[in-house]
């Protein structure tokens, strides 16, 4: 056998094993990255069933503070017999703070465009307050506010509370679906 031969002999044996190699690389690659795929797959399915019920919790949150802040609901609610409009206006006001600071958080898990819904529904309640305390004299009592409270609301078509409870509403439904 001469070197050529040698070299030749060599030479094939040292591509048949580059080639197994190359192809025990690409069998190996293939088959860590199907894995990794599997395991963001099951991670990303395991963080859903985590956070739904977390969401879902937000938006029953959410709109019960929509149906707290609810113009008709705060008027029973914060009438007391022998209250002016003034202490009723604030103890209203007081309540729309404390109820919506109280869920701050749950903008966190819902879109922002829902969250933009139920921060103007509580201002149009309080726009809804300041314009019946327009309509009242200065020193009216709790009744006569009350009363223009829910004359200004029967006015509006839609309340914007409601309007917020149907954004949330569809939004939830989405996320079910997905």
Same mark, same amino acid.
């Given at each position: 056998?001469?070197?050529?031969?040698?070299?030749?002999?060599?030479?094939?044996?040292?591509?048949?094993?580059?080639?197994?190699?190359?192809?025990?690389?690409?069998?190996?690659?293939?088959?860590?990255?199907?894995?990794?795929?599997?395991?963001?797959?099951?991670?990303?399915?395991?963080?859903?069933?985590?956070?739904?019920?977390?969401?879902?919790?937000?938006?029953?949150?959410?709109?019960?503070?929509?149906?707290?802040?609810?113009?008709?609901?705060?008027?029973?609610?914060?009438?007391?017999?022998?209250?002016?409009?003034?202490?009723?206006?604030?103890?209203?006001?007081?309540?729309?703070?404390?109820?919506?600071?109280?869920?701050?958080?749950?903008?966190?898990?819902?879109?922002?465009?829902?969250?933009?819904?139920?921060?103007? #529904?509580?201002? +149009? $309640?309080?726009?809804? /307050? *300041?314009?019946?305390?327009?309509? %009242?004299?200065?020193?009216?009592?709790?009744? &006569?506010?009350?009363? #223009?409270?829910? +004359? $200004?609301?029967?006015? /509006? *078509?839609?309340?914007?509370?409601? %309007?917020?409870?149907?954004?949330?509403?569809? &939004?939830?439904?989405?996320?079910?679906?997905?």
């Amino acid at each position: 056998m001469d070197v050529w031969t040698g070299l030749i002999l060599i030479l094939v044996a040292l591509v048949a094993a580059g080639g197994s190699v190359a192809a025990i690389y690409i069998v190996l690659k293939q088959y860590f990255e199907r894995q990794e795929k599997e395991a963001a797959l099951a991670l990303a399915e395991q963080k859903r069933k985590d956070h739904l019920p977390i969401q879902m919790q937000a938006y029953e949150r959410l709109i019960l503070l929509l149906e707290r802040i609810h113009p008709e609901r705060l008027v029973f609610r914060a009438s007391k017999p022998g209250m002016s409009a003034r202490m009723l206006q604030s103890d209203i006001k007081k309540v729309i703070r404390d109820e919506f600071d109280h869920n701050l958080t749950q903008q966190l898990y819902i879109s922002t465009e829902a969250w933009e819904a139920v921060k103007a #529904a509580k201002e +149009e $309640v309080l726009n809804i /307050l *300041n314009v019946a305390a327009e309509q %009242v004299h200065r020193d009216a009592d709790g009744m &006569e506010f009350s009363r #223009a409270i829910l +004359e $200004v609301t029967a006015n /509006l *078509n839609k309340l914007p509370n409601e %309007v917020a409870v149907n954004i949330l509403k569809a &939004e939830f439904r989405k996320k079910l679906k997905q």
